[in-house]
Structure formats: C-alpha cells, structure tokens
C-alpha cells in the first residue's frame, strides 16, 4: 500500500537503521516527501517504496487518542441544532409579494430550480454539515485512506437514499398525494404536524423534518462503514505492520 498525503507511516531509516514515526506531507509521483517526529523536526524526500514504508494502523497512531478527544465535531455539530432559519431563507428567495405557503413555494423552486429540487437543498444543509463532521473526525483519527474512501462513498449514497425518501414522504404525507404544487403544499404541512392554523409547524416544519430524513441516513450509514470497514481494515493493516516492522527488526533495525 503506497503511502498518502496526510497518513502517518513507519519509514526503515537507512544507514542509521531505524524504524522512525513520521508523516506524509507531500506526494510527487513517485516520491513523497516526510516529516520525521522527533526533537529537531526534520523532512526528508524519499521514494514512496512500500519495502521501506507501511501505514501505521490506527492504533499505533501517535495522535490517535489525541485526535479522538478534539472538539472540532462539536463545533460542526451545533450548526446541525439549526441556527439557520429555514422558513425565512426559504422565503428570502420567494418572488416580491408572495406570502405563506405560496412564498416557500417560490423560495424553493428559486433555490433548487423546481419546488422539489429546493427541497432537497434545503433538506441536505444539515446533512452536508453532518458529513464534514464525520469527514473531519476521520481526518484526525482515521489513518487508513481506504477506510475514508469507503466511508465518503457510503455518505453520499446515503444522502442520496435520505433525498429520495424525503421527497417521497413529502408525496405520501398530505392530504392531496403527489408532488404537484398542492401536494408539496400539504405534504409538507403534514410532515410538520399541520397547519399552523391547526397548531402544527406547517410547511417550515416539514421542511425541517425532510432534514432529518436526509441527515439520518447520511450519520447512520457512514458511522456503520466507519465501524464495519474501518474495523476489517485496521486488522489487516495491523497484521502488515507487525510483520513490516518484524522482517526489519531481523535486519538489526531498532525502533518500534
């Protein structure tokens, strides 16, 4: 496995035989360029040779446990309690003059081209700051480029999952079916416990719980990923270590 921007790996130091920590900062075809960690921070230029470089699995990570305590997710996560207004940036894009459920009507279909279409952007806001939370939690404890990559995949099929379902709760929820101007109009007000005449949060209200039917999948799928995947391949990068480390250490290399 070649090394990657950003991975940390184990590097068998010639003429000084050791096994040294370091980072990769910089990828050059065939080269990548390393920062060693040790008192005099010092970066090298090597070639990218899976003989003499190996990823370090998460647990052998110097930063894992750091990165796992970092409170950057908790940042992104309180945008996800919705500081954003959707019914007024949903009605900041309406046509002048509309008013009510014809004005979110005009605000959506500004945003998204069609009424249906802004209901998947707006639904996908907090979705999409979800998926940066789970992308920045990996970046700073998930060693395993694969393991990211599956996880990034996983993300966007379950936004696209969530968006479908969204939409088509929109359709089934009112009581005019489908997804004319009159159904979103009562689909919406549905999944937002009604009308706000009849004391539910209307057509705002369904837009935020079209969030939450995008937003679930897209936390749900990537974290089971993170879990199934990430477990199988930190085995078998652990099994790779252990046995990169000890086919050096029978050369007379010291380290870890």
Not at 32 to 42: D, H, K, P, Q, T
Not at 104 to 129: D, F, Q, R
Not at 184 to 203: E, K, P, R, V
Request: aromatic letters at 4%; hydrophobic letters at 45%.
């Amino acid at each position: 496995m070649a090394a990657q921007k950003g991975q940390y790996v184990v590097y068998a130091f010639p003429g000084v035989n050791e096994l040294v920590f370091a980072r990769v900062t910089k990828e050059r075809r065939n080269l990548i360029e390393i920062e060693l960690r040790s008192e005099n921070r010092i970066t090298l230029t090597v070639d990218n040779d899976p003989d003499r470089i190996q990823v370090l699995p998460n647990s052998v990570t110097p930063i894992a446990e750091e990165a796992l305590n970092c409170d950057e997710i908790e940042e992104i996560l309180k945008k996800m309690e919705i500081a954003l207004d959707v019914g007024a940036t949903v009605t900041a894009a309406a046509a002048p003059g509309l008013f009510g459920g014809a004005a979110i009507m005009s605000g959506l279909a500004t945003i998204g081209g069609t009424a249906v279409g802004g209901i998947i952007v707006v639904a996908g806001t907090p979705a999409a700051l979800a998926g940066n939370a789970l992308r920045a939690a990996m970046k700073q404890c998930e060693n395993n480029a694969d393991t990211r990559r599956a996880v990034n995949i996983s993300m966007v099929a379950g936004g696209v999952a969530g968006g479908v379902a969204a939409v088509g709760s929109v359709a089934a929820s009112g009581s005019v079916f489908g997804l004319s101007a009159a159904g979103i109009t009562s689909g919406l007000a549905g999944l937002g416990g009604g009308s706000l005449a009849a004391g539910g949060m209307g057509m705002v209200g369904g837009l935020m719980a079209c969030s939450a039917i995008v937003t679930v999948p897209v936390l749900g799928i990537g974290l089971l990923t993170w879990g199934l995947v990430g477990e199988s391949n930190e085995r078998q990068l652990q099994r790779r270590y252990n046995s990169f480390c000890q086919r050096w250490h029978d050369q007379g290399y010291q380290g870890p």
